[in-house]
């Protein structure tokens, strides 16, 4: 198309190509003659490169040698610029340059010059290593550099299981430097900083410290693999051990102490900074001693917290002990039974809820080891409400019988009053406080815990067994007590030769009063109990079974000696039905049952002292006289009167038996003598 | 079977002699009169069946002493001799006084203790603070004092039970005072040692056991009965305490030394094995008998329980206090007791524990 064009540009327009044409042959010319020039300049410059190439190559060939010169001034100058850094403390710098000129030396080492500059350079570099590996043993540039040292060593060929050694040996003698201050402060005389101090210091100082190690060791030995890590985790286990021995005597120390909570405190710190170096250092196992450090002193503290009750317990009865020895002012009551009880009660109520609260700190939510799966489950359940709770009120119960089997038989060193203390008080443990304290602490301490607990009922069982025995034990006392004046009474008379009667001896009187106070003690503390129902006047009743036909036939033959096989028959025949009287019967939980045990044993006795003698007429007429007034002031005490009737007839009838001249006294004489008192 | 019961009937004063016929379950009784006094302790002769001493209290207006002496019974009420056919209307006999052990300087004589294998000529009877031994001369008509040692101490000391031991020859005899146990060398009657407060309250009674040397056994007031070493008398062996009130008497079996018979004011007669302290080691008897069948009985043996202590028996016929048991010296399964109603009960070892023991 453009030819289509230009065809028709050219026919349209012949003077302008005509012109046109000119102008190219005009060009063409010039471009010749440029072509020439060009072949003359092309010529030319042929020629002068030809010239020149000789010269250039020289040049290229001085500026190798230049380069070489250069380098070959590195290398001679290198132990100077070496020794000059290892004098400046460059040792990157230092490090560097010996990293760049080692390869050649190699390489070139047997050509003597070389030699010479290797073995100097070597001789620099052991001085350079010998330099950074004393730096990194004085040690008081503090980790991060040292690492560097590290860094440089390992950047010099040092061998690296050698600087594992080495970092680790020098890490060894910071941590043991605080371990040292640690044990400094644990001191044989009383420990100054308290254990929150101490194990702050021992988390920040070698704890920290070693969790630096640790890091620094891992970034800087991860090549060396598992046997690196392995001697990493030995050298932890090591110093750790060491550690735990002082937190332990530490902790040790705190044993006798009472603030659990400073101590709880103290646990969690050092627990909790122990968690860091666990994750660093799984392999060591840290954090599983540590767990098991708090764990032992958590057990060691409820073992604590139970000697404490013991002890608060045992503290309780020398006060009540003293309570009851100290002098009564006249005109002042001391402290009643039931006070002394209730202050008793409440003072070990305290005690226990002040040891729950005390050891409640360990399973507070805030502290790091409370989620463990001691302090969920064992320690609640066996630690806490078996060991702690359980084992007190066992340990009580047990310290409470200990009293029913004193050494001292002679009567023993308890006082009565205080075994009366005691049964009430283990009654009152069955009947609500075992339930009580075992709810608060269930409560507490929710139990999560599978393990078998004892049921509230077992302890309850045991307790209520333990009141039985220490009530028996008292009645018993208190029997002995009366029977050996009774006993006394009877043996240390001459019966046979005693005047008439005109008065009842002073020892029933005293009896009575024993009696009567016994009644007051043991009415402080427990309920009255119920009687058998008697006649309306049986109040009113005096000591006229003596004159009952029952009584007459008893012994009436034996005024006529005639007949002596029919006493004898009608006493076994009346003997089978009347109710056999079983000196001791289980005490039951109130006054009759006690008072009427107590005057069984001593009625009993009366009557096989009285058996053991002989009385002459006057003599029986006493024992009338006595067992009346015993009669009138001894039926009120006990549950069925007719009981301390049985015994006292049995009384007269067995020291008629035992009198040759038997004529009893009128009973109208013997009812007065006894009113008169 | 013979026992000696005193019993108090107004002012007479008897002894009876009763037979057991343990085959045909027969009971006889003779009767003899003991005319100087009310009886408080009898003990017969080891060696003449017919010999016997008593405690009596001599009747006076003033005061009561507590003398003993020495008897011989009529020879057809001798315990086995079938002379005399027992006919209820023959009048009571009257013993025959052979000698009295009575040395009125020594106050009341509490009991008389035979040489429990002698020749029935030694006795020691304690008197107040006195412990005395009698050489029986001139078949036995004339006691001549042959030693005597006496408690020294403050207040009034007083002996209230006597034993003597079968073992060392019988060279040593066990008294007991308030709640102190003694014991005494015959020979030099020397005291060789002391159970200080052996009993919270007065023992009443003690025992030797026949096949144990040191092992004694006591009793008191204080409910309890204890076995003695004693070669330790620091501490019992073993405390029973199974009576509810004054234990007035214990005896150990003659043969089987594990079984323990009490008598107690509580009414109650208690029977007990006592295993564990016994000469009789467990599954001994069994053993002994063929050494050859040892290794097929040992296992058997083994799967055994281990011996246990136990009350075997609690007797209740009593209406009253009882205050004398004692084992038959004929048959060792049987036994007697008496209490204050006047009541004598005889009564076996229950037949499993019998054949347990002998086979």
């Known amino acids: 198309m453009n030819f289509t064009n230009r ?102 080492q047997h050509l003597p010059s070389f030699r010479a500059i290797q073995d100097d350079c070597q001789v620099i570099t052991a001085r350079l290593a010998q330099q950074l590996r004393q730096r990194f043993r004085e040690g008081g540039s503090g980790a991060p550099e040292q690492a560097e040292c590290v860094e440089l060593l390992l950047a010099l060929g040092e061998p690296a299981e050698e600087l594992c050694e080495e970092f680790l040996a020098h890490a060894r003698g910071r941590l043991e430097a605080e371990l040292r201050s640690l044990e400094a402060e644990l001191g044989p005389s009383p420990p100054a900083p308290d254990v929150l101090e101490f194990t702050d210091r021992g988390g920040s100082g070698f704890v920290g410290g070693l969790c630096q190690v640790a890091s620094a060791y891992q970034e800087l030995f991860a090549a060396q693999g598992p046997a690196g890590a392995e001697k990493l985790a030995a050298f932890a286990r090591e110093l750790g051990g060491r550690y735990f021995a002082l937190v332990e005597r530490r902790l040790a120390q705190e044993q006798g102490g009472g603030d659990n909570s400073l101590l709880v405190r103290a646990l969690d710190r050092f627990h909790r900074r122990l968690r860091a170096p666990g994750a660093l250092l799984a392999a060591a196992g840290l954090a599983e001693a540590a767990t098991e450090i708090v764990e032992r002193v958590a057990r060691e503290r409820l073992g604590h917290h139970l000697q404490g009750l013991r002890s608060a317990f045992l503290g309780c009865l020398t006060d009540v002990r003293q309570a009851l020895a100290a002098p009564r002012l006249a005109g002042k009551e001391g402290p009643g039974l039931a006070e002394l009880l209730a202050n008793v009660a409440s003072s070990i109520l305290s005690h226990i809820k002040a040891s729950l609260a005390a050891v409640h700190l360990f399973t507070a939510k805030e502290v790091s080891f409370s989620n463990k799966p001691y302090f969920r489950g064992e320690f609640c359940s066996q630690g806490v409400r078996e060991g702690l709770i359980v084992g007190f009120i066992r340990s009580m119960c047990q310290t409470a019988q200990s009293f029913c089997d004193s050494p001292g038989e002679k009567g023993g060193a308890t006082p009565p009053a205080l075994l009366l203390l005691l049964s009430r008080l283990c009654l009152d443990y069955e ?28 302890l309850c069982a045991e307790a209520r067994e333990t009141a039985r025995r220490l009530l028996t034990h008292y009645v018993k006392v208190q029997g002995l007590v009366i029977s050996q004046m009774l006993r006394k009474s009877v043996e240390t008379r001459d019966w046979l030769s005693t005047l008439e009667p005109r008065n009842v001896r002073a020892v029933m009187k005293r009896v009575v009063e024993d009696t009567t106070a016994i009644d007051v003690q043991v009415g402080l503390l427990y309920e009255e109990g119920v009687r058998k129902a008697q006649s309306s006047d049986s109040s009113k009743r005096t000591f006229s079974v003596y004159s009952s036909s029952r009584q007459q036939g008893r012994y009436a033959p034996s005024y006529t000696p005639s007949a002596p096989m029919d006493t004898n028959l009608l006493s076994n025949i009346q003997k089978l039905f009347s109710e056999r009287i079983d000196v001791f019967s289980p005490v039951e939980f109130n006054k009759v049952s006690v008072l009427t045990g107590i005057i069984k ?33 001894l039926w009120r005490f006990v549950a069925d009167e007719e009981l301390v009737h049985l015994l006292l007839d049995e009384v007269v009838a067995s020291a008629a038996l035992r009198c040759p001249d038997p004529v009893p006294m009128e009973p109208s004489v013997v009812e007065v003598i006894c009113e008169r008192g | 079977m013979e026992d000696d019961a005193p019993v108090i009937y107004g002012l007479e004063f008897q002894i009876h002699i009763i037979d057991f016929d343990d085959e045909n379950n027969i009971i006889n009784k003779n009767v003899l009169l003991h005319q100087v006094g009310e009886i408080w302790h009898i003990s017969a002769s080891p060696a003449d069946k017919g010999v016997l001493a008593t405690c009596y209290n001599k009747p006076s207006d003033s005061k009561v002493l507590t003398c003993a002496a020495v008897w011989r019974m009529p020879k057809e009420l001798e315990p086995g001799s079938h002379e005399s056919p027992d006919d209820s209307s023959s009048p009571a006999h009257t013993l025959e006084l052979l000698c ?9 004589v509490a009991c008389v203790v035979w040489e429990p294998t002698g020749d029935g000529r030694r006795v020691i009877s304690l008197a107040d603070s006195h412990i005395l031994l009698w050489d029986l001369q001139e078949s036995s008509s004339q006691a001549v004092l042959a030693g005597s040692a006496s408690l020294e101490g403050k207040g009034q000391l007083k002996f209230t039970a006597g034993r003597w031991s079968p073992h060392h020859t019988c060279t040593q005899v066990a008294t007991a005072n308030d709640t102190t146990i003694r014991g005494w060398d015959t020979r030099s009657m020397s005291q060789i040692y002391c159970i200080e407060n052996a009993h919270g309250q007065l023992v009443r009674d003690l025992d030797f056991n026949p096949n144990k040397q040191y092992y004694l056994a006591s009793c008191g007031d204080d409910c309890k009965v204890k076995f003695w070493d004693t070669r330790n008398v620091t501490e019992p062996v073993k405390t029973l305490e199974e009576h509810s009130h004054w234990v007035w008497s214990v005896r150990y079996n003659h043969s089987h030394d594990q079984l323990v018979l009490t008598g107690s004011s509580d009414s109650r007669v208690i029977l007990s094995n006592m295993v564990s302290i016994s000469s009789e080691p467990f599954g001994h008897l069994v053993d002994d008998d063929d050494l050859s069948d040892q290794e097929e009985r040992r296992p058997e043996e083994k799967s055994q329980e281990p011996p246990q202590d136990s009350v075997i028996a609690t007797y209740e016929e009593h209406e009253d206090s009882v205050y004398a048991v004692d084992w038959s010296s004929a048959d060792p399964w049987l036994f007697a007791s008496l209490s204050y109603d006047g009541r004598l009960v005889i009564n076996r070892v229950p037949r499993a524990l019998k054949y347990h023991i002998l086979l």
């Open chain 1, 601 to 633: 044993i001593s009625l009993k006795t009366l009557l096989e002292c009285v058996r053991l003698r002989t009385f002459g007429r006057f003599g029986l007429q006493q024992v009338q006289v006595d067992c009346h007034f015993l009669q009138l002031y």
């Open chain 1, 7 to 108: 065809t028709g540009l050219c026919s349209q327009h012949p003077d302008t190509i005509r012109k046109m044409k000119n102008d190219f042959r005009k060009m063409e010319d010039e471009m010749d003659r440029l072509a020439t020039n060009m072949a003359v300049i092309t010529d030319f410059s042929a020629r002068i490169s030809a010239t020149l190439q000789d010269r250039h190559e020289r040049i290229t060939k001085l500026a190798g040698v230049h380069a070489l010169l250069r380098k070959l001034q590195f290398l001679f100058e290198l132990p100077s610029r070496l020794t000059k850094c290892v004098e400046l403390g460059a040792y990157g710098q230092a490090v560097r340059y010996q990293g760049r000129a080692r390869a050649v030396l190699q390489q070139y």
């Open chain 2, 100 to 108: 009295h052990l009575d040395d009125t300087a020594h106050g009341s």
């Open chain 1, 431 to 458: 009947t609500a406080t075992i339930s009580y304290i075992l709810t608060l602490t269930d409560e507490q301490f929710l139990v999560q815990d599978q393990s078998p607990v004892t049921p509230v009922s077992t």
